[in-house]
């Protein structure tokens, strides 16, 4: 058995900084973590920096969850299921971490609203204060567009990942170390079922370039920089999206390579002045995601589970 075949091996390791990212009991994430913030780093672009990369995750493990029951054979439904799990998982250790460092920044709840503060950001906002990347919110199409848009999220967010292990954050290192081994086996299984599809039959292959122009244009959004970006990566507790687009691009022209298929020619979606998924600007895709998402939980805002 390898390290990426067990989430637990991580705790084992002697050194092994993802070890931490799983915290010490299952009502705190973060119990037992250090939780300090780096010196001279703010603690309030900190706590909105881990909403961005908390906020990418949650969105896209909702979408990956409409899945379930839903994919072409019960072995890929249940890959997606685990998939969506994975990043829920990292939203769940990011948005903690956000409230851990800004606790201003949790919405407010009802005296005695046993909701933890994970949840309440999760739960309990409105979608102009989700910042997370306009590609994982986006309604889903066929199966097709689902392989089109993990590769290209996880394709960035592995190399992100793989950054953000070296992080002045001990916990924001030690979700990078834990998600680093999760985010590559999403990447290899988007690759190969990209590479599937391409060279399956006539139908598939046009369905994939189907929706490879149709999600192109969100693409730069993975790899163009918020100034909070920039300047968390220049104190070394952040990574700058932008030094890993040359990266992204060499991943996702080697699958093109290889699976027959040309680079898309499409221009960025544009956001308005300069805003995009980052600064809280979304498509109307967004709300309706929340409206599902957060029913039950805003209904019910002092409910136990």
Same mark, same amino acid.
């Given at each position: 058995?390898?390290? !990426?075949?067990?989430?637990?091996?991580?705790?084992?390791?002697?050194?092994?900084?993802?070890?931490?990212?799983?915290?010490?009991?299952?009502?705190?994430? $973060?119990?037992?973590?250090?939780?300090?913030?780096?010196?001279?780093? /703010? %603690? *309030?672009?900190?706590?909105?920096?881990?909403?961005?990369?908390?906020?990418?995750?949650?969105?896209?493990?909702?979408?990956?969850?409409?899945?379930?029951?839903?994919?072409?054979?019960?072995?890929?439904?249940?890959?997606?299921?685990?998939?969506? $799990?994975?990043?829920?998982?990292?939203?769940? $250790?990011?948005?903690?971490?956000?409230?851990?460092?800004?606790?201003?920044?949790?919405?407010?709840?009802?005296?005695?609203?046993?909701?933890?503060?994970?949840?309440?950001?999760?739960?309990?906002?409105?979608?102009?204060?989700?910042?997370? +990347?306009?590609?994982?919110?986006?309604?889903?199409?066929?199966?097709?567009?689902?392989? *089109?848009?993990?590769? $290209?999220?996880?394709?960035?967010?592995?190399?992100?990942?793989?950054?953000?292990?070296?992080?002045?954050?001990?916990?924001?290192?030690?979700?990078?170390?834990?998600?680093?081994?999760?985010?590559?086996?999403?990447?290899?299984?988007?690759?190969?079922?990209?590479?599937?599809?391409?060279?399956?039959? !006539?139908?598939?292959?046009?369905?994939?370039?189907?929706?490879?122009?149709?999600?192109?244009?969100?693409? #730069?959004?993975?790899? &163009?920089?918020?100034?909070?970006?920039?300047?968390?990566?220049?104190?070394?507790?952040? +990574?700058? #999206?932008? &030094?890993?687009?040359?990266? *992204?691009?060499?991943?996702? /022209? !080697? *699958?093109?390579? +290889? &699976?027959?298929?040309?680079?898309? /020619?499409?221009? #960025?979606?544009?956001?308005?002045?300069?805003?995009?998924?980052? %600064?809280?600007?979304?498509?109307?895709?967004?709300?309706?995601?929340?409206?599902?998402?957060?029913?039950?939980?805003?209904?019910? #805002?002092?409910?136990?589970?």
């Amino acid at each position: 058995m390898n390290d !990426q075949e067990s989430i637990f091996d991580g705790l084992l390791e002697a050194g092994d900084a993802s070890q931490w990212a799983f915290g010490t009991d299952f009502e705190d994430p $973060l119990a037992g973590v250090d939780t300090t913030v780096p010196d001279g780093v /703010d %603690h *309030v672009g900190l706590a909105l920096y881990c909403l961005m990369l908390g906020d990418d995750a949650l969105i896209m493990s909702q979408r990956l969850s409409e899945w379930c029951s839903r994919a072409p054979d019960l072995e890929e439904d249940i890959a997606l299921a685990n998939i969506a $799990l994975d990043l829920l998982g990292q939203a769940r $250790l990011l948005l903690a971490r956000a409230a851990a460092a800004d606790p201003g920044v949790v919405p407010a709840l009802p005296a005695g609203s046993p909701v933890p503060a994970e949840d309440a950001l999760a739960f309990f906002r409105e979608a102009d204060q989700f910042h997370n +990347v306009r590609l994982a919110e986006v309604p889903n199409g066929d199966f097709a567009h689902a392989v *089109v848009r993990l590769l $290209l999220f996880s394709a960035a967010r592995l190399a992100l990942l793989e950054r953000l292990r070296g992080s002045r954050d001990a916990v924001l290192a030690a979700v990078a170390a834990k998600g680093v081994k999760e985010v590559a086996y999403h990447r290899d299984w988007a690759g190969r079922w990209f590479l599937t599809l391409a060279q399956g039959t !006539q139908e598939s292959h046009r369905r994939l370039v189907n929706a490879l122009d149709e999600l192109w244009p969100l693409k #730069p959004e993975l790899v &163009s920089a918020h100034p909070l970006e920039v300047s968390l990566a220049e104190a070394g507790v952040g +990574v700058d #999206p932008a &030094s890993f687009g040359d990266e *992204v691009d060499a991943v996702l /022209d !080697q *699958v093109f390579a +290889v &699976s027959g298929v040309e680079r898309p /020619d499409r221009p #960025p979606l544009p956001g308005v002045g300069g805003r995009t998924g980052r %600064h809280g600007l979304h498509t109307e895709a967004l709300g309706l995601l929340l409206a599902e998402m957060q029913v039950v939980a805003r209904a019910h #805002p002092e409910g136990r589970w």
